[in-house]
């Protein structure tokens, strides 16, 4: 087995355990990870199958490199929504039904009137 295939197998493994925690996690934070480690096994295959002859080709690596700075931004990104909603609703877990979508709706709304008539006083 060469180091390219274990590179790609690997990085299979990974985008499969990735994708499992996506769809059976119902905490938020779980599942941004869960979704990171699947990139990280699509990263990996694309370095592992990148090479050919042991000789590594420059735009699959180019686009890893990429590839990780999106990740990085749409990673912030996830987090500071979970955290918006855990300050909104007090759980971290995705909204089940639009009845309590409503009412963390209404609650907004009652926060940021309550700060207007703050300010306004």
Partial sequence: MTGTLIYACVG?????????????LPHLLRKVL???????GIFLMLVGLGQHDNISDPIPQAMVLTGIVVAVAATALA???VR???????????VANLKSLDQTEEKLITMERNKEGDASK
């Fill in 34 to 40: 869960a979704f990171n480690i699947m990139g990280s």
């Fill in 12 to 24: 299979a493994v990974l985008f499969v355990c990735g994708v499992t925690g996506l769809i059976l």
């Fill in 79 to 81: 987090l500071a929504f």
């Fill in 84 to 94: 918006r909603l855990f300050y909104l609703t007090g759980k971290a877990q995705s």
